[in-house]
């Protein structure tokens, strides 16, 4: 399911995020002007991503927190969750950070374990571990 807004409320994200966390997605209108965008947003639904647009995750991060679950991660594996958040592939976050696949690799499996993530045929750890994210806000 794809959410196209005219609005600016990352509340309205969350409680997607919440009550689907795979094969989501919640975009701005006005940001979405490039039919590729679309598609390319439809494509990583349809392979069980979250697709959120990065204004709302800015926002969702910038909110002010409390002491969480994040804080065990280096500043890198923040880096590299905060790219999971916007909905960036191993592929594009190795782009991103000019780190190669094996360490992009080995900063998830860091922060899935960070997260006490466990492997299961029931979860979307990816997702999860972004939910985490969303939820902690700014500060870690």
Known sequence: MLVLSQYLESRY???LLEEAPERVGYLLKDRVSD??????????IQ????VIDPTIVSRLVQRPREHGPL?????REREVL???AEGRSNGAICQTLFLSPKTVEANV???FRKLGL???PDDHRRVLAVLTYLRAGPGD
């Open 71 to 75: 804080d065990e991660l280096t500043e």
């Open 109 to 111: 499996r860091q922060i």
């Open 13 to 15: 994200a969350m409680r």
């Open 35 to 44: 039919i590729a965008v679309l598609a390319d947003a439809l494509k990583r």
């Open 118 to 120: 466990q492997q299961s």
């Open 82 to 84: 905060g790219l999971m």
């Open 47 to 50: 392979e069980g991503e979250c």
